[in-house]
């Protein structure tokens, strides 16, 4: 059974600036990070 993490964080309006630069966090940080200590992310 893989672990899920649950990532709180701003979310935005597809095609903001802030939705950007969050989904940029989530895929250049987090992700890579939960997916190295072997847990999924959601």
């Not at 993490?5 to 597809?14: A, P, V």
């Not at 950007?20 to 989530?26: F, G, S």
Request: hydrophobic share 35%; with cysteine; charged share 30%.
């Amino acid at each position: 059974m893989i672990k899920t993490c649950f990532i709180i964080s701003s979310i935005g309006f597809e095609g903001s600036e802030i939705r950007e630069k969050t989904d940029e966090k989530l895929d250049f940080v987090f992700k890579p990070t939960v997916q190295e200590l072997g847990c999924g992310c959601k």
